[in-house]
């Protein structure tokens, strides 16, 4: 099942007008879980910022990474508790993420936790464009042998930039953010600040990076980037499309 709506953190949009207003009276920290077996258990702090009653949905999707799509499925074989809430004003509150399903991990399991604070339709006026905030939380569980990250890197040209492509041979995912492609001569030839992407374990996934200035579309590309385990430097070669 494939949600693009799930990808990072967004807002949600409720068409109300023609107008624009913003609820953005909801915290969520940490903003990864990450476990390694055999923890099982997590908690997320939420945070009510507003000076009015805010509720809270909360809902786990396997993440899944397919035909170079993400893809979120339905789960039960991690819950949220509770999964639904309502918070007081200024209040805080604990959310707990466990993992029910009594099979091993095998290598590293990818789940996203998607907390959305509920539209309050006493709130509603006319003529507006009401934005609710949500967030979106990778949860990870992973065995404690898990091969690390092992990527391969394809370029290719394409309008107004490169199509890069990171297959994952290993087990575990590879989160890459800050990203630079130079050429031969050292000149950066595109880029992508912030976060690019997950390349999950086992999987390919590709996006477009673009373009940075005049330099080489053809021959040998370094590969810059940033990761959670540290620097990213590989090589390769622009492939023709």
């Known amino acids: 099942m494939r949600r693009p709506f799930l990808l990072a953190v967004g807002v949600a949009l409720l068409l109300l007008g023609t107008g624009v207003s913003l609820a953005a009276s909801l915290r969520v920290a940490p903003t990864i879980i990450d476990l ?23 809902r786990l999707f396997r993440w899944r990474q397919t035909g170079l799509q993400e893809q979120h499925e339905p789960t039960t074989d991690v819950v949220a508790s509770p999964p639904a809430t309502r918070l007081g004003p200024k209040e805080d509150y604990v959310i707990r993420v466990v993992r029910v399903s009594t099979r091993p991990v095998v290598g590293e399991e990818s789940y996203r936790v998607v907390i959305d604070e509920l539209p309050d339709p006493s709130q509603r006026k006319a003529g507006t464009v ?15 042998n898990a ?16 199509v890069l492509r990171a297959q994952n041979n290993g087990a575990r995912r590879l989160k890459i953010f800050d990203l630079r492609l130079t050429d031969s001569g050292g000149r950066i030839v595109a880029r992508r600040d912030g976060l690019v992407g997950y390349v999950l374990g086992r999987s390919t996934m590709e996006w477009t990076i673009s373009a940075a200035g005049a330099g080489a579309r053809s021959g040998a590309v370094s590969i810059v980037a940033q990761s959670e385990d540290g620097p990213i430097n590989a090589a390769a070669t622009v492939q023709g499309r």
Request: aromatic letters at 10%; a neutral charge; proline letters at 7%.
């Open 36 to 58: 390694v077996a055999p923890d099982a258990a997590a908690t997320l702090n939420l945070r009510n910022d507003d000076a009015r009653p805010i509720d809270v949905q909360i």
């Open 130 to 144: 009401r934005f609710v905030l949500r967030h979106v939380i990778p949860v990870f569980f992973r065995a404690s």
């Open 147 to 162: 091969a690390a990250a092992d990527v391969s890197w394809t370029v290719q040209p394409a309008a107004g930039g490169f």
